[in-house]
């Protein structure tokens, strides 16, 4: 009972991510590939970075595209995100 209290109120440990991949260096940009388990498929997703005037900026992309593999959405991550970059540069910052 107090195993089921824990999981239904947060409590306990993350199970940890295994297959984290390593972030891809793209123009003075930093793209770290993390597809999101969606069911029994993998959403496109990735956190772009770049350092702009010593403050790290950030930007999460989220795609509504869907993939069975997890190693293929997380090359397919990589593409969006350059993509992204390639057309809007330092705007996707906000």
């Known amino acids: 009972m107090a195993g ?3 999981r239904l109120f947060g409590g306990g440990a993350a199970s940890p991510q295994t297959n984290v991949a ?3 260096e793209y123009n003075g940009y930093m793209i770290y590939p993390e597809p ?3 069911g029994s498929k993998w959403r496109i997703a990735a956190r772009i970075e770049r350092v702009v005037d010593g403050d790290v900026r950030s930007h ?3 795609r509504a595209d869907t993939l069975a593999d ?3 959405a997380r090359d397919a ?3 969006k995100a350059r993509t992204m970059i390639d057309q809007q540069g330092d705007g996707i910052f906000g």
Do not use: G, T, Y
């Open 4 to 6: 089921f209290l824990s």
């Open 70 to 72: 997890e190693q293929e």
């Open 77 to 79: 991550s990589a593409a």
């Open 60 to 62: 999460h992309l989220i």
């Open 22 to 24: 390593k972030p891809v």
């Open 36 to 38: 999101m388990r969606d």
